[in-house]
């Protein structure tokens, strides 16, 4: 069965650097959108930022020029490094992904997955 697994996130102090990591595991053939989005206490989730398996990539205005998405089509993972954190980054980040892999009964299936999510503090 596919999953999405996302390493560790932490604490940071402003102005500081973090990467965040999401690889896919189980059958997997293909993997087209990817993405991190996010969810900061008593808000909505919102789009951080995407990348097509073309590698056309996508930012929200509020981290554009500090955070780049990169993927990694060989391992089926996706990275967002975070630069020059601010206290309003602080966040449960969530990796996501569109994936052509086998589902738990064996059959192909192309659906959309989230990872379980990874608590970004970012304050001095």
């Known amino acids: 069965q596919v999953q999405l697994v996302e390493s560790a996130g932490g604490l940071v102090q402003p102005g500081g650097s973090l990467r965040l990591s999401c690889a896919g595991s189980?059958?997997?053939?293909?993997?087209?959108?990817m993405a991190w989005y996010r969810q900061a206490p008593g808000k909505q989730r919102e789009l951080v930022a995407s990348?097509?398996?073309?590698?056309?990539?996508n930012y929200a205005d509020s981290v554009t020029g500090r955070f780049t998405i990169a993927r990694e089509d060989a391992k089926n993972t996706v990275n967002l490094q975070m630069n020059n954190l601010k206290p309003e980054d602080t966040a449960v980040y969530y990796c996501?992904?569109?994936?052509?892999?086998?589902?738990?009964?064996?059959?192909?299936?192309?659906?959309?997955?989230w990872g379980q999510g990874t608590q970004v503090t970012v304050s001095s």
């Open positions: 996501n992904a569109d994936v052509d892999g086998l589902s738990a009964d064996n059959s192909r299936i192309f659906r959309n997955y």
């Open positions: 189980g059958s997997i053939f293909s993997i087209n959108t």
């Open positions: 990348i097509s398996r073309r590698g056309t990539t």
